[in-house]
């Protein structure tokens, strides 16, 4: 169950030695034989959130699988949220659908791994948005 949340989340990747990127509908100035640094880390406003993963308002530059960080605060909490997931498709909104045509997007964090402590937090913050006693 998707409860709504927005607020800054920073994505990192964690395998920062790898020089793949997407980078969607935006592209870098070519930059002739040199190579193009790999971005490792965004910050990215987030949609929704679950004990599943994280759905975000825009696009990362990382594609699908792709391991990250991330680290965000939940409102009225004043601790980190931190854990360990990999970067997902979601299928476009119509809107999207109308500007860009049908593809995934790498809009989404799906969570691998929480500290206990974090996930009992998380799940506190959606049952309390989603009135769930």
Do not use: K, N
Request: proline share 8%.
């Amino acid at each position: 169950m998707l409860a709504p949340l927005q607020v800054t989340a920073l994505v990192r990747v964690l395998d920062a030695g790898a020089t793949t990127i997407r980078w969607g509908a935006f592209r870098p100035p070519r930059r002739g034989a040199r190579r193009v640094p790999l971005i490792d880390r965004v910050w990215r406003l987030s949609r929704a959130i679950s004990e599943d993963g994280l759905l975000l308002r825009t696009d990362v530059p990382y594609e699908p699988g792709r391991p990250v960080r991330v680290e965000l605060v939940l409102p009225d909490d004043e601790l980190m949220f931190a854990a360990v997931g990999r970067v997902e498709g979601v299928a476009p909104d119509q809107a999207d659908a109308e500007r860009e045509g049908e593809h995934a997007r790498a809009r989404a964090i799906s969570f691998t791994t929480i500290d206990d402590a974090d996930r009992a937090r998380l799940v506190a913050y959606v049952q309390e948005r989603m009135l769930i006693p």
